[in-house]
């Protein structure tokens, strides 16, 4: 990959942000290897910069796609085993948990751009959600492969533990989470009936 990006000469970034979007609208690309990349070869800001681009890029695309085919694009580019995991997100919680939910590292998140193409949030709302939402995870990726081209390993050993720690207690505590996000929507649900 690295290799290809290289090939684009001058057009590097072009291609990694069109190689970001493309890894949303195709979900079989793990994402988390391009942010690596990115903060490679960009530094920390460039690289989340960049990358942001390109996943919110992709992102709009899967959701209007969505929005437009419905549920038979979804059968066609989510497995059931997905899709029944976010189809139950998303018809019992709301837009602060849906928010949540692009805050954890290695959660689907390019799926659930599709899944939420069939919800009742506007294509703004969804911006605004999936582009801040990606940020820590993106983030802590791209300082990874930053760490990576500046040998520093501890570092790398330190940001997977930490990495990991988040992934395993969101795990563990799944239920709780969801608790807290049903709480989070009847929240927000009474704000929105009292205006």
């Known amino acids: 990959m690295l290799l290809f990006i290289d090939s684009l000469g001058v057009w590097d970034e072009v291609g990694f942000v069109l190689l970001q979007a493309v890894q949303v609208v195709i979900p079989l690309i793990p994402?988390?290897?391009?942010?690596?990349?990115?903060?490679?070869?960009?530094?920390?800001?460039?690289?989340?910069?960049?990358?942001?681009?390109?996943?919110?890029?992709?992102?709009?695309?899967?959701?209007?796609?969505?929005?437009?085919?419905?549920?038979?694009?979804?059968?066609?580019?989510?497995?059931?085993?997905?899709?029944?995991?976010?189809?139950?997100i998303l018809h019992q919680k709301g837009a602060s948990t849906i928010f949540l939910l692009f805050l954890i590292p290695g959660f689907p998140k390019d799926y659930l751009c599709y899944i939420l193409g069939l919800s009742r949030l506007t294509f703004m709302q969804f911006f605004a959600i999936e582009s801040i939402g990606r940020l820590f995870g993106t983030f802590l990726e791209t300082l990874g492969g930053y760490y990576i081209r500046q040998a520093q390993y501890?570092?790398?050993?330190?940001?997977?533990?930490?990495?990991?720690?988040?992934?395993?207690?969101?795990?563990?505590?799944?239920?709780?989470?969801?608790?807290?996000?049903?709480?989070?929507?009847?929240?927000?649900?009474?704000?929105?009936?009292?205006?």
Do not use: W
Request: with cysteine; proline share 1%; glycine share 12%.
């Open 31 to 88: 994402g988390v290897v391009l942010n690596v990349v990115g903060g490679y070869l960009y530094g920390i800001v460039g690289g989340v910069i960049y990358s942001c681009i390109g996943t919110s890029i992709g992102a709009s695309i899967a959701f209007r796609l969505s929005r437009r085919y419905g549920k038979p694009l979804i059968d066609i580019v989510v497995n059931d085993n997905i899709k029944r995991r976010l189809d139950h």
């Open 154 to 195: 501890q570092k790398i050993i330190m940001l997977v533990g930490v990495g990991l720690f988040i992934i395993l207690n969101a795990i563990f505590f799944r239920n709780k989470l969801e608790k807290i996000f049903g709480i989070l929507h009847m929240a927000e649900s009474e704000r929105k009936n009292e205006k």
